[in-house]
């Protein structure tokens, strides 16, 4: 008997969140190594992003076992589908992390995590070549099937020690780099405006130059080399570009899409330490302390936001909707009318 009941699966968009705080506890985890601060400081957001993750994946599974909607036709959506990355990235991560206190089970975390964002980035690309994609339904979640798996990939296995995996991650984090973002810059500047719901995946450009410059230290060292000081240069035109971004992010309304904001702000706030612990001008060390305080009350604002919903059902079910039309919106590249709708 098939109990399955007609019904949307939970967004892809807020796999985010788990993405978000791991990038929180790696900013206190960082700063805590540079300052000498208690290593429990940025252990106990690491355990809280393992926690959201786990959740998430969880409360997937289950919505989808409820519904009707297959999971590969989500996985095929042109707006949702590349979103998906950020399950096995978000692993990468935290199985970085745990290599530091369970080192094999931190290793099989990060290969099995870098194996499954391999076949996921290629089969995504293999669908994109089936020439249904339109140029509308690009957004920066594009950039995390093969940009930020190949990054943060490079950065997560030469932390457990596979050095040659990293430089191979590297590799097509730095080819798909170069492609895609040529393809967002391309859609964001003659195609119909984002629906504002997806209007912080915008932020995701962000995440490129601050993660390859993360990774760059980790594979050729923590020094002012040319290739780093380029990256750094990148960085700088893309904080600029975002700085005047802020005026239409202001003038959004709160959405689960928020969290798109957080892993490039959280990873800037990363690689922005290391080069402050490398320059180490009088008062670095306030700079940097400050630093991840704003990001930190930034990204607890935003969870402070999202967790107000889960007790009112009819909001967290309105917050799903927004991003689900959103993304079909963007799909169908009818951005312009969704907004005039609403």
Avoid: K
């Avoid at 030469?158 to 730095?174: D, E, F, Q, R």
Wanted: glycine share 10%; charged share 10%.
């Amino acid at each position: 008997m098939n109990t399955r009941i007609a019904g949307e699966r939970i967004p892809l968009n807020t796999f985010a969140i788990g993405f978000g705080l791991a990038g929180l506890a790696e900013t206190w985890s960082v700063l805590g190594a540079d300052l000498g601060w208690p290593w429990l400081y940025g252990q106990v957001l690491w355990i809280v992003a393992g926690i959201a993750w786990i959740w998430l994946i969880v409360a997937h599974t289950a919505r989808g076992l409820r519904t009707d909607r297959r999971l590969v036709d989500q996985l095929r959506h042109p707006a949702q589908g590349p979103i998906a990355a950020l399950v096995p990235v978000t692993g990468m991560l935290l199985g970085a992390d745990l290599y530091d206190v369970l080192p094999a089970a931190g290793l099989v975390l990060v290969v099995l995590s870098t194996i499954a964002s391999l076949v996921f980035g290629g089969w995504m690309i293999a669908t994109w070549f089936e020439g249904r994609l339109e140029l509308a339904a690009v957004h920066g979640g594009y950039l995390l099937p093969t940009v930020a798996a190949g990054l943060v990939g490079a950065d997560t296995c030469m932390h457990v020690g596979l050095a040659a995996a990293a430089w191979l991650m590297l590799g097509i984090g730095v080819f798909f780099w170069a492609v895609m973002t040529t393809l967002l810059v391309l859609r964001l500047t003659v195609s119909p405006v984002l629906p504002d719901p997806l209007v912080p995946t915008m932020m995701i450009l962000l995440a490129p130059p601050v993660v390859g410059g993360i990774a760059w230290f980790a594979l050729a060292g923590h020094e002012a080399s040319p290739v780093a000081l380029s990256i750094a240069g990148l960085t700088i035109l893309t904080v600029i570009m975002q700085i005047t971004l802020i005026g239409r992010y202001r003038r959004l309304r709160f959405s689960l899409g928020f969290w798109s904001f957080t892993f490039p702000i959280a990873a800037f706030g990363v690689y922005t330490t290391m080069w402050l612990a490398l320059l180490r001008f009088p008062g670095w060390q306030g700079v940097a302390t400050v630093l991840a305080a704003l990001i930190s009350l930034f990204i607890l604002a935003i969870a402070v936001r999202s967790l107000a919903l889960i007790p009112r059902s009819r909001s967290a079910a309105a917050a799903e909707e927004a991003l689900n039309h959103a993304d079909d919106a963007d799909a169908r590249g009818q951005t312009r009318t969704l907004q005039r709708q609403e």
